[in-house]
């Protein structure tokens, strides 16, 4: 990190020595010299961020399309062939459903749950302690958050001591174990809660701010008004901070089109879990169809552009 930084010191102090040397600000071309060097100068500053998009975005994206036009070694153009197979393809259509009921239940259950725990901490003595707790799990990875949750869900035969937690419990109840992860369609929901525990931090923390941020005479009226502790929160402090909450359910939704390191390390996209990231990842690697992989990843970015682009502009207007 110090080196990154003095690097980029070295960069802009060099780089405008250099621009006022080749442009200096006196003699007898000083006016046109000043203007020469403020229009070249901003281009200094956005001349390596521009590069560095170029590199690591724009051409993926463009190779990609290339790409989804060739056969598995990238080489032979087979046309529109993978478009083809894809929109036939069980498992594509498997990947999609899933996306769908994530998008449906994730979002919803991470941004419901952090408001709540935003208004509840607000209200406590102790809220700041709470909300550290609530925020604890965004320190951690996917990866390491879905080994925790795998040895929740851990499954040993009846008769063996259960080792997972939700199996102990279900077993000190008097039930049967169950291999958790391996049930069909609701395995998928099993899956989600490791994302929702993640991410209902991030909408705590985004709600909290916004709660703070309400004015305090809307709410004195409505307590004056006679208005419950319930109607002052779902019609005085919910409408205004609304678009808060849109921006962060898109922002948890363009997650979600992306999720994959949950899905990879618990199932590995099994038992009907699978996914459109964890699809892509396995054409790539397992496959080697670099076609197929890229046509399943311009999908993913067909589906988070416009979720994207209607975040960006929310977060302009609040910026405004």
Same mark, same amino acid.
């Given at each position: 990190?110090? /080196?990154?930084?003095?690097?980029?010191?070295?960069?802009?102090?060099?780089?405008?020595?250099?621009?006022?040397?080749?442009?200096? #600000?006196?003699? #007898?071309?000083?006016?046109?010299?000043?203007?020469?060097?403020?229009?070249?100068?901003?281009?200094l500053f956005l001349g390596p961020?521009?590069? =560095?998009?170029?590199?690591?975005?724009?051409?993926?994206?463009?190779?990609?399309?290339?790409l989804s036009f060739h056969g598995p070694n990238g080489e032979a153009w087979v046309g529109t062939r993978n478009y083809e197979w894809l929109a036939q393809d069980p498992a594509f259509r498997e990947s999609v459903r899933n996306n769908i009921l994530w998008l449906i239940v994730v979002p919803a259950a991470a941004t419901f749950i952090g408001l709540i725990a935003a208004a509840l901490t607000d209200r406590i +003595?102790?809220?700041?302690?709470?909300?550290?707790?609530?925020?604890?799990?965004?320190?951690?990875?996917? =990866?390491?958050?879905?080994?925790?949750?795998?040895?929740?869900?851990?499954?040993?035969?009846?008769?063996?001591?259960?080792?997972?937690l939700l199996n102990a419990i279900v077993t000190g109840l008097g039930g049967n174990p169950q291999a958790w992860i391996t049930v069909p369609f609701w395995n998928n929901f099993f899956l989600m809660v490791v994302l929702i525990w993640i991410q209902t931090g991030f909408a705590m923390v985004i709600l +909290?701010?916004?709660?703070?941020?309400?004015?305090?005479?809307?709410?004195? #009226?409505?307590?004056?008004?006679?208005?419950?502790?319930?109607?002052?929160?779902?019609?005085?402090?919910?409408?205004?901070?609304?678009?808060?909450?849109? =921006? =962060?359910?898109?922002?948890?939704?363009?997650?979600? /089109?992306?999720?994959?390191?949950?899905?990879?390390?618990?199932?590995?996209?099994?038992?009907?879990?699978?996914?459109?990231?964890?699809?892509?990842?396995?054409?790539?690697?397992?496959? /080697?169809?670099?076609?197929r992989a890229s046509t399943i990843a311009l999908v993913i970015m067909v589906m988070v552009a416009p979720i994207m682009v209607w975040n960006i502009r929310e977060a302009r207007k609040g910026i405004r």
């Open positions: 990190m110090v /080196l990154g930084v003095a690097a980029c010191f070295g960069y802009f102090w060099s780089s405008n020595k250099l621009l006022d040397t080749i442009y200096p #600000a006196s003699g #007898a071309q000083i006016v046109s010299n000043i203007t020469k060097a403020n229009a070249i100068r901003p281009w961020a521009l590069i =560095v998009v170029g590199i690591y975005l724009v051409y993926p994206v463009v190779n990609s399309v290339i +003595s102790w809220g700041n302690i709470a909300k550290s707790l609530i925020f604890m799990p965004m320190a951690i990875s996917f =990866v390491g958050a879905s080994v925790i949750w795998k040895f929740i869900y851990d499954y040993r035969p009846a008769g063996e001591a259960q080792i997972g +909290s701010a916004a709660l703070r941020g309400i004015p305090e005479e809307t709410i004195e #009226a409505a307590v004056i008004d006679g208005a419950s502790p319930f109607q002052i929160f779902y019609k005085i402090k919910v409408p205004q901070i609304w678009s808060t909450i849109a =921006v =962060v359910w898109t922002t948890i939704t363009i997650l979600v /089109l992306k999720v994959f390191d949950i899905v990879l390390a618990m199932t590995n996209g099994q038992w009907g879990t699978q996914v459109l990231a964890n699809y892509m990842f396995d054409w790539m690697f397992r496959g /080697l169809d670099f076609g």
